[in-house]
C-alpha cells in the first residue's frame, strides 16, 4: 500500500503542530543579537509558536529591531528595567501555551531545536523541563575554531554552588545521552505549562526578588523538591554567547555581582532542607564564609546584597512553607543531586510513559522514596 499523497487529509491531520509553545525573550540594549536570535526562532518548524518579547528599557537601537518584526512578534514595553525574573514573568503570563521557551537574545536556534525538546518532553510526562545541548560561541555569534559546550544542564555541588554542565568542554561523545540533569539553563529552556502552574509561588514563576541570576537554578530546585523533572536531550542545538563567565567576576557589573550574591543566600532559605544542610553543612558553611570575607574584603559593592537580604527575608520565608508543605522528594533523594562531579541519570523511557504511575506518585506529596528521575 502506497503512503497518502502530500496533501491528503491524512497528511494534514499528521503534520499540523499539536503543542503550542510561547518563546520568551527580554532585551535590554540587546540590539547586537536580537535580530539574528529572532530570525532563527522564527524559522523554526513543527510547532505553533507565538513570540513574545519583553523589553526593559532599552536604549540602544533594540525598539527600533523589534519593530522591524511587526506582527510576527508579541512586544511587551517596560518603562523601566524590571530585571530578567519579572519580565519572564510578563511573558509567561502574557500567554496560555503548552509550553514555554525562555530564550536569551544572545542564543542562536538550529534549526529544529524548539520541535526535538517539545517532543523529548511529550513523550516523558513527568518532565517539568526540557534542555539542549548549547554550544558556545563568540561575540557577535562569531563561530569559534572548536565545538566546546556551553550547558548540557545545570548541576549543584555540596557547597550549594551552581554550575552548567560540560562548560568549555569540547563536544565529546559523553554528551550525546539523553539523561535526566537537575535543571536547565534559562538561557534556552522549555518549562511544561503545567509546572509552571505547579510550582508557581505568589503567582510568579520566576521570583521577582531575584531581579537577575540565578533565577533558574531556584527554579530546577524548587521544581525537584516539588516532583518535577528535567530531560536533557541532545539532539536538539543551539549556540549561546556566555556573559557571564565563571571566576571572572571583574568583567561582570557590579549590580549583577550584587544581585548574585543575594540569590545565593535567597535560594537557600527558600529550597535547602534540613537534611541537605546536616548532610552538607561544612562545604555550604566554608562557602558562605568565603563568600561574606570577599564581599567585605574584595568586592565592597556586594556588601548591599546582605540589605536586600534582610529585606526581602520575610517573603522568602512565606515562599519556604509554600514549597516545603508540598514537597514530593525526601532528603536523601535531594542529597544525592549535590555532587562535585555532574549529577545526571539514564532516561527509562519505559517507566516515564506509565503516566498512570507518574500521575500516583505526584498526587502522594511527601511520600516519595523513589525518584520520578
Known sequence: MEPPACGSLYCELNTVPHSKVCVAIVTCNSERYIRRCLEAVLQQDGVSLETVVVDNAST???????????ARIRTIWNQRNAGFSQAQNQAVRSSASDWVLTLNPDALLLPGF????????????????????????GTGFQPLAERRIDSTGIFFTPAMRHFDRGWHQPDIPYFENMEYVFGASAAAALYRRTMIDDVAVDGHFFDPDFFAYREDADVAWRALL?????????AAVA??????????????????????VKNRFLMRVKNATGGLYRRYWLPMTVRDLMVAAGAVLAEPTSLPAFWHIARCLPRALRQRRAIMSRRRLSDAEMASWFNYIPAA??????????????????????????PLA
Not at 537601537?61 to 511587526?70: K, V
Open 60 to 70: 540602544d537601537g533594540t525598539a527600533e529591531i523589534l519593530r522591524e518584526f511587526g
Open 345 to 370: 541519570r539514564p532516561v527509562h523511557p519505559v517507566l516515564d510513559r506509565d503516566s498512570s504511575a507518574w500521575a500516583a506518585r505526584r498526587a502522594a506529596p511527601n511520600q516519595a522514596t523513589v
Open 114 to 137: 524548539i520541535r526535538t525538546l517539545v517532543d523529548a518532553g511529550e513523550a516523558h510526562p513527568g518532565a517539568g523541563t526540557v534542555c539542549g545541548k548549547l554550544l558556545s560561541i
Open 226 to 234: 516539588l516532583g518535577w523533572s528535567c530531560i536533557y536531550t541532545p
Open 239 to 260: 549556540y549561546h554567547v556566555r556573559t557571564m563567565v565563571p571566576g571572572k567576576r571583574r568583567s561582570v557589573p557590579a549590580v549583577i555581582n550584587m544581585h548574585s
